[in-house]
């Protein structure tokens, strides 16, 4: 159930861009979170861009020359280790970059930032009650087999 908010100046990345980064965003986080790529899954993982003026977003009180990109990463308390928490930034960093076609260079890594931003189970509502630990999901409405019968 990650949720993820994209903000970046307007005219950074056309809008087949930003979709492609959106998808590609949620698929990478999901990963890193272990959450299955099932309709389930991808319900409840939300991606949001902000799209700002270009005078809305600033570096050092000036616009940039160079397009920045931030991203603040949702989750749940406990369900990323700090290997997953690094590779989240890692990947979302290279991905933004690859999507714009920038070389992966010291510079250009440093104008990708990712925030990530962990709640405690009990704070996180989806249907008007805290998330349960199993969440909405049953491994028996996901696995199917072809020998596969109602239980009684």
């Known amino acids: 159930m990650p949720m993820i908010e994209l903000s970046y100046r307007e005219g950074s990345l056309s809008e087949p861009q930003v979709s492609d ?66 590779g989240t930034m890692r990947d979302l960093t290279k991905l933004t970059l690859q999507i714009e076609g920038a070389p992966l260079t010291p510079e250009n890594l440093a104008r990708v930032w990712v925030l990530l931003r962990e709640y405690p189970r009990e704070n996180w509502g989806i249907a008007g009650a805290p998330y349960a630990p199993s969440g909405h999901l049953s491994a028996l409405d996901e696995i199917k087999v072809e020998r596969d019968r109602p239980l009684d």
């Open 21 to 86: 980064l959106l998808h590609r965003a949620t698929k990478t986080l999901t990963w890193w979170e272990k959450v299955p790529d099932t309709e389930h899954g991808r319900a409840i993982a939300w991606t949001l861009a902000n799209e700002l003026p270009a005078n809305k977003f600033l570096v050092g009180g000036q616009e940039p020359t160079k397009p920045r990109y931030r991203f603040r990463v949702h989750t749940i308390a406990g369900l990323l280790d700090d290997r997953a928490k690094q």
